[in-house]
């Protein structure tokens, strides 16, 4: 909050800022995703989604794997933001796209 306001005082409007937002982590919620757009909107600045994607090396990667995200023998595609969040947390494309347009706006 107080880096979008300094921003604004140097003279950067809303349009030319932006946060970026992971979703799909592990735990994150459908409604925890909507309730951080909605924060970001309220500030005046842009959202820009990133969805997560586990990789296998990573610290993440062994507490996933305790936690039943992923598994060693998991087809890699699995992994990709593209189906990741979808498979492991039931968020539909359709959701997902939801999501996307929303930023847009």
Same mark, same amino acid.
């Given at each position: 909050?107080?880096?979008? %306001? !300094?921003? %604004?005082?140097?003279?950067?409007?809303? =349009?030319? @800022?932006?946060?970026?937002?992971?979703?799909?982590?592990?735990? $994150?919620?459908?409604?925890?995703?909507?309730?951080?757009?909605?924060? !970001?909107?309220? @500030?005046?600045? $842009?959202?820009?989604?990133?969805?997560? +994607?586990?990789?296998?090396?990573?610290?993440?990667?062994?507490?996933?794997?305790?936690?039943?995200?992923? =598994?060693?023998?998991?087809?890699?595609?699995?992994?990709?933001?593209?189906?990741?969040?979808?498979? %492991? &947390?039931?968020? +539909?494309?359709? $959701?997902? $796209? &939801?999501? %996307?347009?929303?930023?847009?706006?």
């Amino acid at each position: 909050t107080q880096a979008v %306001k !300094v921003l %604004k005082k140097a003279g950067f409007t809303g =349009s030319q @800022l932006g946060i970026y937002l992971f979703i799909g982590l592990p735990g $994150q919620s459908l409604a925890e995703t909507q309730e951080t757009i909605r924060y !970001v909107h309220n @500030l005046g600045v $842009q959202a820009h989604l990133c969805e997560y +994607s586990p990789i296998p090396g990573t610290p993440d990667w062994p507490i996933l794997e305790q936690e039943g995200y992923v =598994s060693s023998d998991d087809d890699p595609l699995i992994h990709n933001n593209s189906i990741f969040i979808h498979h %492991k &947390h039931h968020i +539909s494309f359709e $959701q997902m $796209q &939801h999501l %996307k347009d929303w930023v847009r706006v």
